[in-house]
């Protein structure tokens, strides 16, 4: 059983969380300083990212190679992403998803995995937003009272992350 190292300052809910350079990143729904950054170590704030446009906040995610964030926003069916420069510089781009996105998650390609659990779609962008594959999913995989909201794809299968909090490989 895990035990609680460390709590973070109390706030607004966190709808998101990722790490990335030693940093802990929170997002939060707020008109501005959505991202919170906090030292891995100290758990101290080091600074605040404001999203750009944002009007929805569904998820976040990270990618070491790119060096950026990933936020979904639900209300534009967008992701903004975030390239972090030196300094703690952050310059948004964001790209359409057409659908209602529900999770992030990035593969080992670097590519940005989108779930949209209404149209039952995984979508595979390209870390700019380029739209690489397309996965429907089979009509039982939400008929038996389970929803999805996360998707992660490897090589072999993709595996789906049920409401219900476990996986099934599809």
């Not at 109390?10 to 998101?16: F, Q, S, T, Y």
């Not at 976040?60 to 950026?68: D, Q």
């Not at 659908?99 to 595979?124: D, M, Q, Y």
Request: proline fraction near 4%; glycine fraction near 8%.
């Amino acid at each position: 059983m895990g035990q609680v190292v460390h709590t973070l300052p109390g706030g607004k809910d966190v709808w998101g969380v990722t790490s990335l350079d030693n940093e802990i990143f929170l997002l939060r729904p707020k008109e501005r300083d959505q991202v919170e950054v906090y030292d891995v170590i100290t758990y101290r704030l080091k600074r605040r990212l404001t999203v750009p446009n944002i009007r929805g906040f569904i998820d976040m995610t990270s990618c070491e190679h790119y060096h950026c964030l990933y936020i979904g926003d639900h209300i534009v069916d967008c992701v903004h992403r975030l390239d972090l420069g030196p300094k703690g510089a952050a310059r948004p781009t964001r790209w359409p998803v057409n659908g209602k996105l529900t999770g992030l998650s990035v593969n080992a390609a670097h590519n940005v995995i989108v779930t949209c659990r209404f149209v039952r779609k995984i979508k595979e962008f390209s870390s700019h937003g380029d739209l690489l594959r397309e996965l429907t999913l089979p009509d039982d995989v939400i008929n038996h009272g389970t929803q999805y909201s996360h998707a992660v794809v490897s090589s072999l299968c993709v595996m789906v992350r049920l409401m219900t909090q476990s996986t099934e490989c599809v």
